[in-house]
């Protein structure tokens, strides 16, 4: 089966890894903070907060804010989850806004219509790796006074106008999960330029503490910490941040080769009858997190996947609707109806996703294309 994303680790990876292991500090200690100042200069912001993954990112990013309880956060229901359970574990209400049919990014015109006098913040994804519309996002909250959290856990050394992503909202969160552009094994980082809650996200990841351990030790240096706030144990690893730091130095070339392969999708798929590939605006830099396709309506979207994974093609579906999962709509007074949502809808009913990761061979590729035009004609058969 060739899968639909793989992480990509070779001998210096390794390496960094069994030089921190021989190292004093396996976690909280100096490999951390290298980390951290690579992706924060990587990305052009001040800061960065690297944690235990992209789902504890979000939640101390949502933290930091310190919303009253019941406060509405405007995102999109076409994404993972971790989305939208951050603003959950934070006491708010996740408020759905339907996404562009072009882009699957969240649509800023939705946007407009779900604020209320409770809406205090918007979490916009960047889908498979194409920045949204951030002009029109951020024109609307700064009418409204809404902070901005972007999950670019697709989008790493993606450009909107020619800046990376990672200083354009309030916070930005990336994910190092292995399907992502580098990893960490598990782990997620927040950048910020905002210092203080920049402040705030270093103690929510560690237990509330206002003291870190390392500034705890030392000749001249005091046992006593505070706890300040109602914080966790969302602490990343030095193990972890030696790979992901190892990691970081070949994302260009991750990027460029993950770029190769969707044009070389495209170009196969040019000709082809009943699918839509991927659209780019061309204000952007994608980061093809995903190579997705859209199967023409009428299509049996659900016989499309089995008949790829019966040729041993790993096709995923990204993403579910949130909506549809059966805790959400549980929630009380969620507005979950998933009437409210026809393009995502539609997007949903007809989306596939297609094998892309840096070492993806030509042959692959080939089987892949190969795999996608027997399929297409059987559907119409
Ligand atoms: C991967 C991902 C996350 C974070 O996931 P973790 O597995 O916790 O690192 C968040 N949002 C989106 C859209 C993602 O794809």
């Excluded at 959950?88 to 219509?113: Q, S, V, W």
């Excluded at 605006?281 to 980061?287: F, G, I, P, Q």
């Excluded at 089987?367 to 996608?372: D, F, H, L, S």
Aim: aromatic residues 8%; glycine residues 6%.
């Amino acid at each position: 089966m060739i899968p639909y994303g793989k992480q990509e680790i070779d001998q210096s990876d390794i390496d960094a890894v069994i030089q921190t292991l021989k190292g004093d500090w396996i976690t909280s200690g100096p490999k951390i903070d290298e980390f951290e100042k690579a992706i924060a200069e990587y990305v052009g912001a001040k800061h960065a907060v690297a944690v235990n993954s992209g789902t504890s990112a979000l939640d101390i990013a949502v933290g930091a804010l310190e919303l009253p309880e019941g406060s509405e956060i405007i995102t999109t229901p076409f994404t993972f989850v971790a989305t939208s359970n951050c603003i959950l574990y934070n006491g708010c209400k996740p408020i759905f806004a339907d996404i562009d049919l072009k882009t699957y990014n969240i649509d800023p015109d939705e946007i407009r219509k779900k604020i209320t006098k409770k809406t205090k913040a918007i979490i916009y994804v960047d889908y498979a790796g194409q920045p949204c519309d951030i002009d029109e996002i951020r024109e609307i909250a700064q009418e409204h006074d809404l902070k901005l959290i972007e999950d670019a856990a697709h989008a790493i050394g993606a450009e909107y106008k020619g800046k990376k992503v990672g200083s354009l909202a309030d916070m930005t969160e990336f994910s190092f999960h292995p399907v992502k552009h580098i990893t960490t094994g598990e782990g997620g980082i927040v950048t910020s330029n905002n210092e203080e809650l920049v402040k705030k996200m270093r103690m929510l990841r560690n237990h509330g503490m206002d003291r870190s351990l390392r500034e705890r030790l030392g000749p001249n240096a005091s046992y006593a910490y505070d706890i300040k706030t109602l914080g966790r144990n969302y602490r990343i690893t030095d193990i972890q941040c030696a790979l992901g730091y190892s990691q970081l130095k070949k994302l260009d070339g991750i990027i460029e080769k993950r770029t190769r392969i969707a044009a070389a999708y495209a170009k196969a798929f040019d000709e082809m009858d009943g699918i839509t590939t991927p659209f780019v605006k061309n204000d952007v830099k994608h980061a093809w997190h995903l190579y997705t396709i859209l199967l023409d309506k009428g299509m049996d979207r659900d016989k499309f996947f089995n008949e790829m994974r019966t040729r041993e093609i790993g096709v995923n579906v990204h993403y579910i609707p949130i909506y549809m999962f059966s805790y959400y709509k549980k929630l009380e007074g969620a507005a979950m109806d998933k009437n409210n949502f026809p393009n995502t809808n539609d997007v949903f009913s007809r989306i596939i996703t297609l094998p892309l990761y840096p070492g993806l061979e030509t042959i692959e590729i080939e089987k892949v294309v190969n795999a996608v035009r027997e399929c297409t004609n059987s559907d119409k058969g």
